[in-house]
Structures are given as C-alpha cells and as structure tokens.
C-alpha cells in the first residue's frame, strides 16, 4: 500500500518526505487555505512537487466541465508528478474523460458509494478517492465504500487505484489496508501514529536503562 500526506503544509511534506515515509501527497482547497497566507497557490504546488518523489495532486475549483477542463489542463503544467483533482460531479465526469483522453492524469475526489468510483473509472481516472471518515461521521461505514469498490475493481480488472481518504485514525490505515486499498492519504498526525507506539518508547527507555546498570557494574568490575 501508498501512502500519501494528505496536507499542503511544506514543512510535514518535507519531514515525511526525508524520512522516506510517504509516496505522494493529496491537496484540497481547503488545506491549501490552511496555510497559504499571501503565496500563490500554484508556488506552493510547484515547491511540493519539487520535494515529493511522487503524484501530487491539486484540486480544480470550477465546477463546470470547460472550466475544470481549462484548470486541469494548467494544474498539469506546474509539474511533471501533478495529479488533477476532480469532484465527482456530472460535469466533472466529462472533464475526466477529456483531461485523461491528454494522458493526464486524474484523481476523482468526494466519492461515497462504490457506484461513483465505478463511474469515475469508467471515465479514465488514475485514481478514485473514497471518503472514509465523513462517512463515518454521518453514521455510514466508510470502508464499506472501500471493500465494495475494491471487489468491482478486481472483478472487472479495472487499473484505477482506490485511494482511502478522508482518513481519521490509525485503524482506518490498516483496515483499508488489509481490504486492498491502494493508498491511503492521511494527514500527519495519523502517519505519525502509524509510525509511533507509546510500547516502543517505554520497551525502549527500558531497555537502555538496563543496559546502562550492566555498563555501570561493568565498569565497577574493571
Ligand atoms: C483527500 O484527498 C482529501 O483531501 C481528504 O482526505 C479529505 O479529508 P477530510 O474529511 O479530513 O477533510
């Protein structure tokens, strides 16, 4: 399985990216207004994608097909790993279809049931994104839409890659995982998480003080 930074904070991109913890990174308009402060929305894109050694991707605001066609189109221009991101929505439908007709390459977002993701693969997307957690939220179970899209996919040997998002803790990583997801996009404090276990540290601590009584004896020894 991916994993991707679902952020646009440069700082965790570049501290995840350096570790060697994340294959990619998800954007959206709103983690973008999150920290854009005055920069140019597009300089951010282009500093992300010079530190990720992997797909990008940069979500359209238009909501009609010429106008997330136009987008998209620009969005790609920034950077060679960029993934465009489009709503899935009727028109958004028809913009995937025309942007991966370019060999662009397109990440459908805000799909909750598996019968949008078959749509959206359909259509030509790289990469569809199921939102798990706001289903959740809603009293839904999110990684039904996960396990659902995940049997059709392989059914019908359809190369589009489901992506979990909308990810909240760290069970959602491992069940999306062990149904077949993709990737899983997941914002910094989840891979932080995944990566640390308050087990660890305190087996740790421990077994560093034990082997600094062992030092101390043998040191008395000497
Ligand atoms: C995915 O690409 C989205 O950016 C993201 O996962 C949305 O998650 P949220 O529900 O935490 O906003």
Redesign the pocket.
Known sequence: MQFFL?TADLGDIRWAARAGLIDGV?T?P??VAKVAGDADPRDMLREICAVVDGPV?AEVVGVRTEDMYAEGRELAKVADNIVVKIPMIEDGVVAVRQLAAEGIRVNV?LCFSAAQCLIAAKAGAAYV?P?I??LDDVGHEGMDVIREARVIFDNYEIETQILA???RHPRHVTDAAMIGADVA?M?TDVLKKLLLHPLTDRGLDQFLNDWAKVATRAKGNA
């Open positions: 679902d998800t959206n709103t983690l991707s977002t994104s939102f957690g706001r998002a909308s990810i996009t914002p």
